[in-house]
């Protein structure tokens, strides 16, 4: 089955210190590729999507994503953490030829030690 | 504000009870949906609307119905809840006709006893 897999449930950084954070898919055609970012309480909030092009992606807050077709993978990563990133991330997609109908990975929730 | 508006934020029903969780958006986009949220699992998609008068099924579609008769507004109807539909719910919208969500509301925090 076509879907998106977030292999860390909890990671664990320091304020100050990079971060990536993992997503591999299973799409048989070129994905669209979405993270989002979700505080307690609140809804969920695109930081950035891959469709096409440049496989490296910016995004808002500080985030970037690469598009690595050979390692079926889109990690999210930045270079230096803030407290306020704490929060719950996840990795979306869904097949562009397909049925549009996107999958949601399970999320990784980032714990930021001061 | 612009953006996504969902009622109520927390409900409590009793099994058998029927409701509609309301969603309404106000950047006239024509992309609509409605996602559960369960613990440990990512959002699933319950039905979507491309646009007024269109809706579809999404991956967990039953026991929930759906109607699009004006841009803004798409709610989510539950027609008889059971336990299992305790979740939190989000409704998103985008612009364009591919589902590729870029605002969702706050959600709705349901539990059916």
């Known amino acids: 089955a076509q879907s998106v897999t977030q292999p860390d449930i909890h990671i664990t950084v320091s304020e100050g210190a990079s971060l990536e954070l993992r997503c591999n898919y299973s799409?048989?055609?070129?994905?669209?590729l979405f993270w989002y970012v979700q505080s307690p309480g609140q809804g969920l909030q695109l930081l950035l999507k891959y469709f096409s092009g440049d496989t490296l992606v910016q995004g808002i807050k500080g985030f970037e994503a690469e598009f690595k077709r050979s390692q079926s993978s889109f990690n999210l990563r930045k270079p230096s953490v803030h407290w306020s990133d704490a929060a719950e991330y996840f990795c979306a997609g869904y097949n562009s030829g397909g049925s549009y109908i996107p999958t949601f990975g399970r999320g990784t929730s980032l714990i930021v030690h001061p | 504000n612009a953006g996504v508006t969902q009622t109520p934020k927390f409900q409590v029903l009793k099994t058998g009870q029927s409701m509609t969780l309301q969603c309404a958006q106000d950047?006239?986009?024509?992309?609509m949906s409605w996602y559960r949220q369960d613990p440990g699992m990512g959002l699933r998609l319950i039905h979507y609307s491309v646009g007024a008068g269109i809706t579809d099924q999404g991956e967990v579609p039953n026991g929930y119905n759906v109607s699009r008769s004006t841009t803004e507004d798409f709610p989510l109807r539950l027609l008889s809840a059971a336990p299992s539909q305790t979740s939190v719910y989000f409704c998103?919208?985008?612009?364009?006709?591919?589902?590729?969500?870029?605002?969702f509301g706050d959600g709705t925090r349901l539990s059916i006893l």
């Open positions: 998103a919208s985008s612009r364009g006709q591919t589902n590729q969500p870029q605002h």
């Open positions: 799409y048989g055609a070129t994905p669209y």
């Open positions: 950047m006239n986009h024509e992309y």
